[in-house]
């Protein structure tokens, strides 16, 4: 019966191992910078400069910068920056504190509303050298690799659109 319980013990360690280097794998993958190459809005493909963007997570920050001068007559700019993490092969993050541009050159207005409130949780898929993060209600997917990002929302902003973004990693890929 002991020899039951220390086998147990050192599996029940094993596995708690495994999955801590797989939290440090995907948190290795995570880390960068990004540069926002595209984003479809369900109806059209944007590209720089009417769009233009980085994403940048690294030692449990997140830090998100958007520009959107798609419609001449209200642009719009978003900085965001925030806390996250890695744990049980799962990444939570959220925004902190938040700064929402709207107008156009002559005329411009901001708010400080976070675009949601309490952590947000994505369970991970490591494969190889990428990672696929999926959110629990499954209306965000991200796949992150070595190259960059795209990431995927069903619901995203005031009108629930489709929007898919693509990011290509800026900063060397830690291997």
């Not at 700064?99 to 156009?104: A, D, K, Q, V």
Request: aromatic share 14%; hydrophobic share 35%; proline share 2%.
């Amino acid at each position: 019966m002991r020899y039951l319980l220390i086998i147990f013990l050192f599996i029940q360690n094993f596995f708690l191992l495994a999955d801590e280097n797989v939290d440090k794998e995907i948190i290795k993958i995570i880390n960068g910078m990004y540069e926002l190459e595209s984003w479809f809005d369900g109806d059209n493909l944007h590209k720089p400069p009417k769009v233009a963007g980085r994403w940048s997570y690294f030692d449990g920050q997140v830090i998100s910068i958007i520009h959107n001068r798609v419609d001449n007559n209200n642009y719009k700019s978003v900085v965001r920056w925030g806390n996250g993490s890695v744990k049980d092969k799962t990444f939570r993050y959220t925004y902190i504190e938040n700064l929402n541009i709207n107008g156009t050159h002559k005329s411009s207005s901001f708010n400080t509303d976070l675009p949601f409130k309490n952590m947000r949780s994505f369970r991970v898929i490591l494969k190889n050298k990428e990672i696929k993060m999926v959110s629990e209600n499954k209306n965000q997917v991200w796949i992150i690799n070595e190259k960059g990002m795209v990431y995927n929302d069903k619901e995203w902003g005031e009108n629930k659109i489709f929007v898919e973004r693509k990011w290509k990693r800026i900063t060397a890929y830690d291997d």
